[in-house]
């Protein structure tokens, strides 16, 4: 149904547990999706056999050793299974309320991007993913977390092909959804903002 990919950092320190948190979460995602990591950066390969995910490596990289969305965007599309995608930063945790609404959306569409803002949330250790491992989470989100402001979005759900002939984008750097925004506005594109039903943390 949906092919889930990211571009992780290297697995250090803070970065380590956090994106573990965030793969973890994404790997009890119903109806059950394909997990892709995208690049080769420190523990990246170890933790995609660690975790039972895929590992593309091998992206493309600009003169200063910085590798590129369009590379890995073409690459997460050539081995995805599935006709939808989701592309996430590989620090956020995605809730059951991300399927509920893709198939929502899925039923009334087949030419959209779907997005939503996501919440500030402190966790530094590993999270506990035993039972209602979810309603423990939203339980303290709801009393530690913030809605981040407009711009922070962090993932979106497109079919593919929707935004192809991505130009040359640096990993990480600034604003490169705008860029996604703007290709599925100019593909005439259903562009949903679905922040009122999606928690991403």
Same mark, same amino acid.
Request: proline fraction near 4%; aromatic fraction near 10%.
């Given at each position: 149904?949906?092919?889930?990919?990211?571009?992780?950092?290297?697995?250090?320190?803070?970065?380590?547990?956090?994106?573990?948190?965030?793969?973890?979460?994404?790997?009890?995602?119903?109806?059950?999706?394909?997990?892709?990591?995208?690049?080769?950066?420190?523990? #990246?390969?170890?933790?995609?056999?660690?975790?039972?995910?895929?590992?593309?490596?091998?992206? #493309?990289?600009?003169?200063?050793? #910085?590798?590129?969305?369009?590379?890995?965007?073409?690459?997460?599309?050539?081995?995805?299974?599935?006709?939808?995608?989701?592309?996430?930063?590989?620090?956020?945790?995605?809730?059951?309320?991300?399927?509920?609404?893709?198939?929502?959306?899925?039923?009334?569409?087949?030419?959209?991007?779907?997005?939503?803002?996501?919440?500030?949330?402190?966790?530094?250790?590993?999270?506990?993913?035993?039972?209602?491992?979810?309603?423990?989470?939203?339980?303290?989100?709801?009393?530690?977390?913030?809605?981040?402001?407009?711009?922070?979005?962090?993932?979106?759900?497109?079919?593919?092909?929707?935004?192809?002939?991505?130009?040359?984008?640096?990993?990480?750097?600034?604003?490169?959804?705008?860029?996604?925004?703007?290709?599925?506005?100019?593909?005439?594109?259903?562009?949903?903002?679905?922040?009122?039903?999606?928690?991403?943390?």
């Amino acid at each position: 149904m949906l092919s889930i990919f990211s571009i992780p950092k290297p697995f250090h320190g803070h970065m380590d547990v956090i994106q573990r948190n965030a793969i973890e979460s994404w790997k009890r995602l119903r109806p059950e999706c394909e997990i892709i990591l995208i690049g080769d950066e420190p523990g #990246t390969a170890e933790v995609a056999e660690e975790l039972a995910v895929r590992n593309i490596p091998h992206v #493309t990289r600009n003169e200063f050793g #910085t590798q590129l969305l369009d590379s890995a965007y073409q690459l997460a599309e050539d081995a995805a299974r599935n006709t939808y995608m989701c592309y996430v930063n590989a620090d956020i945790i995605l809730t059951g309320s991300l399927m509920q609404a893709f198939e929502q959306v899925r039923q009334q569409s087949n030419h959209f991007l779907m997005t939503a803002r996501r919440w500030n949330y402190c966790q530094n250790t590993q999270i506990d993913y035993s039972r209602y491992w979810e309603e423990r989470l939203l339980d303290d989100l709801s009393k530690n977390g913030k809605l981040a402001q407009f711009s922070a979005i962090d993932f979106w759900i497109y079919p593919k092909g929707l935004l192809s002939d991505m130009p040359p984008l640096a990993v990480g750097r600034i604003a490169f959804e705008s860029w996604c925004l703007y290709k599925a506005r100019q593909q005439k594109a259903d562009v949903i903002d679905s922040t009122q039903v999606v928690v991403s943390i």
